[in-house]
């Protein structure tokens, strides 16, 4: 895939993750598969007049299979296209392993 083919996430903002919250994004790379967008959490807003966009937290869910590492991801979501995406390992239940994406 080239970058080319992904979401320029530098105008991405809050509200275009939080009407998909449960739905599935399809994982291109570095490893095939589905994981779900659990959860949207809004950072505290620092008086910051340069800010661009109030930050924010994506709250993933993987199959156990996925690897337990951190790294850029291809994620392909209907609406939202595919992006590029770090993702933070920051947990694992009996079902999930829960990574993290921060925008600020």
């Known amino acids: 895939m080239s ?59 993987a199959p156990l299979e996925f690897p337990i590492q951190q790294d850029t991801y291809h994620l392909s979501h209907q609406e939202l296209g595919t992006m590029a995406i770090f993702l933070v390992p920051v947990g694992k239940s009996e079902e999930s392993v829960i990574f993290e994406a921060t925008f600020t």
């Open 3 to 61: 970058k080319m083919d992904l979401v320029d996430l530098s105008d991405i903002q809050m509200t275009d993750f939080s009407n998909i919250v449960n739905q599935p994004f399809r994982c291109l790379a570095p490893i095939e598969g589905e994981i779900e967008l659990t959860e949207v959490v809004a950072l505290n807003k620092q008086d910051d007049s340069r800010a661009k966009k109030a930050p924010f937290i994506l709250v993933f869910h």
